[in-house]
């Protein structure tokens, strides 16, 4: 004999709508809607054109039913006429069963698809002049492409697996490399800076000089080495190397790469006066509530089937846990995000630089609720703060130690001032990681070298030796 504790299907249903982002939300509402017929749907706009005279005259059999009026229903299982009123506009099935127009017209909704590198580059196909073998070729080379837009295989390869010689693979790449972007059907990522730059007409530059004869110290931008070896002042290659920066590395990723997502907030956080005010972003969304006429039938009573009275029994306890769900979520987003800029006073007065240490247990603690409530809380949910938006996890950094001062200093802070270090650094005389180790630890951040690196190249920011300019 032991003493276990499951999880009822309601309860996994509240922990995943704690989860779910607005826009999750809104579709989980959406599809239960359609679900549950016990479920009703109220828009903002539909409350707001309500004549709020007639909320005085309002019987009590016509206000909206609270989700707790359900519980509350002592229902005779005989008595209820349930086929009856099924037959009116529901089956069991979920299905509408109401008389419909078999002439009215319906539009599959048709899906925005994005064009293909592929479908991209074949449409370019139709304006040039090739023969019978190269209308073959081309497009099966265009099909070898990766996503970013390099042809892996050698043109011996190819050429092996198709039977034919390797300079008609040549004169077919050849008329793949004219195509556009500049640089799709390169073998290498010099091949492809290259033929950026001879589509650019500076195949007789400095530029191409180091693409061509100092790869190996460029890839490691060792601009005093090139200066030497091409024999060229080395504020001129520094030039050079600017310009090569601006080719893309990756051509294909221009048509196939990922268009950035719009992020939408799930809490909005604004200053009124002297205090930070927390609003939940769900406007979009339909204010839930129970069908009103379910539940007079219920009163009135009438006979019915074992399965049909389960059936809607079932309906009816699944609706009036979603609302209660619903609002408990609303609940909890809002303690855990007033909860959050209390421990984070400093940055929502004053920025981003001024995160101070916190912990998921530290809000549990705060709310009284457990970890594991407030990591789902925070997953994957973005709040609009008056300095940007940011997602909850942000505000939840580990320490590194205290200040002169005495204060928590947080590993954000840590980086972010390690950012500002190296924008106002010399460019002529970059930080190297050992100097700002140093600086840090003049001003109280102890800090190992070693982790400075670390945070360094979180923010992507290159070594002393690339950042720095001859010019």
């Given amino acids: 004999m032991k003493l276990q504790q499951k999880l009822s299907f309601q309860m996994i249903q509240s922990l995943k709508l704690l989860q779910v982002n607005t826009l999750q939300l809104e579709q989980l509402l959406k599809t239960e809607l359609e679900m549950n017929p016990v479920l009703e749907a109220t828009e903002d706009e539909e409350i707001e054109q309500e004549d709020p005279d007639n909320k005085e005259n309002e019987t009590n059999d016509d206000k909206e039913p609270a989700a707790d009026e359900v519980d509350e229903l002592k229902v ?156 060229v002042d080395i504020k001129e290659v520094q030039a050079a190397i600017d310009d090569i920066k601006r080719l893309h590395p990756k051509p294909g990723y221009l048509i196939t790469g990922e268009r950035p997502s719009t992020i939408v907030p799930d809490l909005i956080v604004e200053k009124v006066d002297d205090d930070f005010v927390v609003m939940l972003n769900d406007k979009s969304m339909p204010s839930l509530h129970i069908n009103k006429s379910y539940l007079q039938l219920i009163k009135r009573g009438g006979p019915a089937k074992k399965d049909v009275k389960n059936y809607i029994r079932e309906k009816l306890n699944g609706a009036s846990w979603l609302v209660r769900s619903i609002e408990q979520r609303r609940t909890t987003m809002l303690k855990v995000m007033y909860a959050i800029i209390e421990r984070q006073k400093d940055f929502f007065e004053k920025g981003p630089p001024n995160l101070n240490p916190l912990k998921l247990q530290d809000i549990a603690t705060m709310v009284n609720m457990h970890i594991s409530t407030v990591s789902r809380v925070t997953s994957n949910k973005y709040v609009q703060t008056p300095h940007g938006i940011y997602e909850l996890k942000y505000f939840f950094t580990e320490s590194m130690g205290q200040d002169n001062d005495g204060g928590d200093v947080s590993a954000e802070k840590i980086r972010n001032r390690i950012g500002e270090l190296i924008e106002k650094e010399n460019s002529k005389k970059p930080l190297s990681d050992q100097k700002l180790s140093d600086i840090l630890s003049r001003e109280g951040f102890t800090i190992a070298r070693r982790t400075v690196a670390k945070y360094r190249e979180q923010q992507r920011l290159l070594p002393a030796r690339m950042r720095q300019k001859y010019d």
């Avoid at 002049?129 to 070898?144: A, C, D, N, Y």
């Avoid at 004869?213 to 090139?226: C, D, G, S, Y």
């Fill in 76 to 231: 005779n299982e005989d008595d209820v006429d349930w086929e009856k009123y099924l037959e009116d506009g529901f089956d069991i099935g979920d299905r509408m069963s109401e008389e419909t127009d078999h002439n009215k017209e319906y539009y599959e909704p048709v899906s925005v698809q994005l064009v293909s590198l592929d479908e991209y580059l074949q449409n370019q196909l139709s304006g040039k002049s090739l023969t019978e073998k190269q209308k073959l070729l081309v497009p099966f080379l265009i099909g070898s492409l990766d996503p970013d837009g390099y042809l892996r295989l050698n043109v011996t390869e190819i050429a092996d697996f198709l039977g034919i010689s390797t300079p008609e693979v040549d004169d077919a790449l050849s008329i793949v490399h004219s195509l556009e972007p500049a640089g799709i059907g390169a073998h290498t990522l010099q091949e492809c800076l290259s033929l950026q730059l001879i589509a650019k007409h500076k195949e007789k530059t400095l530029a191409m000089r180091i693409v061509a004869e100092t790869w190996e110290l460029f890839e490691k931008l060792k601009i005093p080495e090139i200066s030497r070896h091409l024999g």
